[in-house]
Every structure is written in C-alpha cells, then in structure tokens.
C-alpha cells in the first residue's frame, strides 16, 4: 500500500483516486496515517469477508457453547434437530 500525504489531495487528487482504484492508498498527516481511500469495489468485498467471518466466529461460537452445554433436554434436543436434518437432507 502506497502512502501519501494528506496535504497533497488537492494538487494530486487524480492521480491518487486512479491509483486508490488499483489499491488502497494510504494518507498520512505529519507521521501518523490518518484515512485509507479504496474503491468501491474493494470495500464492498471487505464487507462480504467480514460477513463471511462473522458467521463462521458466530457458528463456532454456537458450536463450543452447544458442546459445554449442561441444559436437561440437550441431547435429546440435538439428536431431534439432527434427525429433522437428516430428513431434509434425504427428501433433496
């Protein structure tokens, strides 16, 4: 990732939105960055890959919780689930 000042957006905003559509650049005021300009199209797959882990962390979340579960029921609530599954799974 390139790094720009951020004093120079205004004499070189072309040529830094062209490059910012190849990849994210980096402004920087005084020797701390301060903003990342990017594409449109490379934030919106930064929110898909966000999402997607999300849902992965949520589900192991589920996973590691239903596993050190102690609730009454719980075995014979999870067998029933993978049953319902199991059904679904053979009417396809």
């Known amino acids: 990732m390139q ?3 951020l004093t120079e957006i ?3 905003q072309t040529e830094l939105l062209e490059q910012a559509a190849i990849e994210p650049i980096l402004l920087i005021e005084g020797s ?4 990342v ?3 449109a199209q490379e ?3 930064l929110i898909v ?3 997607n882990l999300e ?3 949520f589900g192991q979340l589920a996973e590691t919780a239903l ?3 102690s609730m009454v029921g719980s075995e014979a609530f999870t067998a029933e689930l993978q049953r319902l599954a199991a059904l679904e799974n053979h009417d396809e």
């Open 49 to 51: 890959r966000l999402s």
């Open 55 to 57: 849902e992965i962390a």
């Open 67 to 69: 596993q050190k579960s």
């Open 43 to 45: 934030y919106q797959q």
């Open 32 to 35: 701390q960055p301060k903003y």
């Open 37 to 39: 300009v990017l594409s």
């Open 10 to 12: 205004r004499d070189r």
């Open 3 to 5: 790094s720009y000042p």
